[in-house]
């Protein structure tokens, strides 16, 4: 009998993902999304922490045997050992409350490119789960690809991050509940030079209402780029929202996020080669007034 050698995942290259650098946001483009958050198959983006459909319905099937089972001894049939009824009672729930109940993203990387940022932030917030939106379809493939390898090469190592192809100006309430996100990111967006293509951009007194929407009060959203006038143009849109306020120079000292911002991508990388300069601001989701 011959024993076959598992084939080795080819690492995922770059240029076989190449696509034309921009997309338009407003194009028809049909793109698969869900109804609402809940509607999300989570365990394929996060098996680690979330149980597959089949896998909580055969738990709250047991579950549904546990209570109507004898008080002390369950029928081995049931459970495949002799336990009692309170002991399997306490390891359901807490492996339900590990998988579902309370785990959700909390980090977003909107136009995540080609996953730099998130990779950077996963060994930072090991036990927080971070998703990249992308509305590209090459560069969403990469991220996938680049995730899976990073995960089999360092077993138990960047489960927490994941990618969905998306378009965020349409649909980014589908995705995320009200005051789900801890933080938001909009890291080198494309700047729409064009006066007329101005509302392409991805912040705009409309798409701040959202933010603000999955964003917690104290939340925060971290912007970059290297335009100085698309910097100026998203600085003063921030700066009027009722629901966001400036957070200064000196409370984003030691700030390993901003950190990971202006370094931590491909986009910023290209920056610092060529000399360029990079403009950032952050600002904190207020309590409505």
Request: hydrophobic share 35%.
């Amino acid at each position: 009998m011959t024993t076959q050698t598992p084939q080795k995942r080819k690492k995922p290259i770059k240029p076989y993902h190449r696509i034309k650098a921009h997309a338009n946001p407003l194009s028809d483009v049909n793109f698969p999304y869900p109804t609402t958050p809940e509607d999300i198959n989570w365990h394929h983006h996060y098996p680690a922490y979330f149980q597959a459909k089949h896998e909580i319905a055969e738990a709250a099937a047991l579950d549904t045997a546990i209570t109507t089972a004898a008080p002390t001894i369950l029928n081995a049939e049931i459970v495949g050992m002799n336990r009692t009824a309170a002991e399997v009672n306490t390891t359901s729930s807490q492996g339900h409350h590990q998988h579902n109940h309370h785990k959700q993203v909390e980090f977003a990387d909107i136009g995540c490119g080609y996953g730099g940022l998130i990779v950077t932030l996963s060994p930072l917030f090991p036990d927080t789960l971070i998703l990249g939106l992308e509305i590209r379809d090459k560069p969403t493939q990469y991220v996938e690809e680049r995730i899976k390898d990073l995960r089999e090469k360092k077993e138990g190592e960047y489960n927490n991050i994941s990618v969905i192809r998306a378009n965020a100006m349409k649909y980014l309430p589908n995705f995320f509940r009200k005051a789900q996100l801890k933080k938001i990111f909009f890291t080198f967006p494309d700047p729409h030079f064009k006066k007329a293509n101005h509302k392409r951009r991805i912040i705009s007194p409309a798409l701040l209402a959202e933010y603000a929407y999955v964003l917690e009060i104290g939340g925060m959203a971290y912007t970059v780029t290297d335009v100085e006038e698309l910097h100026i143009w998203m600085v003063s849109h921030f700066s009027v929202h009722p629901l966001f306020e400036r957070v200064s120079d000196a409370d984003l000292e030691g700030d390993v996020v901003l950190r990971s911002i202006m370094y931590g991508t491909e986009e910023a990388k290209k920056v610092e080669k060529v000399d360029g300069k990079k403009y950032p601001a952050v600002f904190r989701r207020i309590a409505d007034p």
